[in-house]
């Protein structure tokens, strides 16, 4: 069954956080490249950190290595709970165009992160 938004056949996705955390400034994608002439929708995220050695700031982009679309500081306390954000206007990639996430600096712990979306 095709869901239709402003005229668009769209696409459900979600990114869920991977085992032990991110613990480097690897990044990773979040939804790979879409099929032409479709792009990706962020419309909510949720992140949870232990007590980090070192503050960091985490960063959704645009792209591999691309613009910032997003980014929150994450403090050597950590969260004690999940952060939750919902948009209510999704975040937009550009068209045939991964999203990807990293954390600037190197945690000393684990940082997990889930997001989800669409696609159209």
Same mark, same amino acid.
Request: hydrophobic fraction near 45%; charged fraction near 10%.
């Given at each position: 069954?095709? &869901?239709?938004?402003?005229?668009?056949?769209? !696409?459900?996705? %979600?990114?869920?956080?991977?085992? =032990? =955390?991110?613990? %480097?400034?690897?990044?990773r994608t979040i939804k790979t490249a879409s099929i032409t002439g479709e792009r990706h929708y962020i419309t909510a995220l949720q992140i949870y950190a232990d007590d980090l050695t070192t503050a960091s700031e985490l960063v959704i982009r645009d =792209? @591999? &290595? =691309?613009? &910032?679309?997003?980014? @929150?500081?994450?403090? @050597?306390? *950590?969260? !004690?709970?999940?952060?939750?954000?919902?948009? #209510?206007?999704?975040?937009?990639?550009?068209? %045939?165009?991964?999203?990807?996430?990293?954390?600037?600096?190197? #945690?000393?712990?684990?940082?997990?992160? %889930?997001?989800? *979306?669409? @696609?159209?």
């Open positions: 069954m095709a &869901v239709f938004l402003n005229g668009y056949d769209i !696409v459900a996705w %979600n990114y869920a956080a991977e085992l =032990g =955390g991110i613990t %480097n400034t690897t990044a =792209g @591999s &290595v =691309g613009t &910032v679309l997003w980014r @929150s500081k994450i403090t @050597s306390e *950590g969260f !004690v709970q999940q952060a939750g954000i919902t948009f #209510p206007t999704a975040l937009k990639g550009s068209i %045939n165009t991964l999203l990807e996430i990293c954390l600037l600096t190197t #945690p000393g712990a684990a940082v997990y992160f %889930n997001a989800q *979306g669409y @696609s159209a």
